[in-house]
């Protein structure tokens, strides 16, 4: 009989550990990687030669106040169908190069169409909404990352950078890299 009860308490033992076991969550959210996607156009255009402009997507200058202003138009090309939380950053590693002269402070602008390689001044896409504003920093010990905003993703999202003082000369200069032992500048952000 007492073989029987130690059975039978060994048995409730058992039974009561069982169910004190944790056990995952059925609705548990796994941790994702984020998606990047890196400029595909980044086109150049001067206000002081209005039927000049250029892409060059290795670096990124802004600059100059009325009548000499140059902004720059950043488009990302083939953001995947179904992508979400589409987020603009600027990203610089430790001790990345960056120019600031004068005024500068960006105002990042969503525009009317998407950019052409050769689009001027006179023909590239206008500005329709303040998307938002930046003051470029990098660290010679840190990563410095800013959000500018975020959007609804669509394949192709295009921006204009351009200094926002309208009276103060002001220039930001930065080299955009995108190999991959090496990144730096602007970046779009998505699924995380």
Known sequence: M?????SI???????????????AAPNELERRACAIEYPS???HVFQG?????????????????DPYRYDVIVQFDNIPT?????QLEAYFPPGAYLYEDGASLVDVYAVDRKVSPTDT???SPNPTFLFGTIDFETKPNEVVKRVINSATCSSTLTYR?????????????FSQQTQDNLKAGLRLVHNC
């Open 9 to 23: 308490t060994s048995v409730f033992a058992i039974l009561g550990l069982s169910s004190a076991v944790p056990t």
């Open 82 to 86: 179904g992508s979400f939380g589409c």
């Open 41 to 43: 156009i980044i086109q």
């Open 49 to 65: 030669s209005p039927d000049y402009g250029f892409n060059d997507p290795s670096y990124v200058a802004i600059g100059g106040t």
């Open 2 to 6: 007492q073989k029987q009860l130690l």
């Open 161 to 173: 950078f351009r200094i926002s003082s309208k009276t103060t000369d002001g220039h930001v200069y």
């Open 121 to 123: 001044w006179n023909n």
